[in-house]
């Protein structure tokens, strides 16, 4: 097997894992809402969790396996497609990392001192801006799939 081969099989994969915890959270989102206190906090900390970890660890091997893949294969540094790919990792890490991760840990601070007033503050401000982080990976895959030109 072929190292170029590895690196888009991890790549791949880390896009799928980018863009299926992203579906996994719209799914399981209004199911636990519809739950107790105890179970809303216990999502919440897990949204903090995967925001400071699970992501961070996609993202880095997503941009990782990119990377080396530009250096050990035929596609250029100058190829618009790696550049929107590139540009889908800053905006997620920006906006994942830094907003949703800042809304997840206001939103956890909240439910557990019983301010369900902001807890609901932070998670309608979470949605629109969780929405365009998912956007992202799509239009990334896009991008690479049709090597697109810009």
Known sequence: METRTILLAVHIAMAAGWLGADLVQYVLAPRFAREGHE?????????????????????ALLLASGVLLVLDGDWSWGSDFIWVGVGAIVGGAT??????????????????????????????????????VTVLPLLAILAMVDKWSL
């Open 39 to 59: 179970v809303q906090t216990a999502w919440a900390r897990q949204l903090v969790w995967m925001h400071e970890r699970y992501y961070a660890a996609v993202a």
């Open 95 to 132: 906006l994942g990392g830094g907003v949703l991760g800042n809304l997840s840990k206001k939103r956890l601070a909240a439910l557990e001192g019983g301010d369900a007033a902001e807890a609901a503050e932070a998670e309608r401000r979470y949605l629109p801006i969780a929405l365009v």
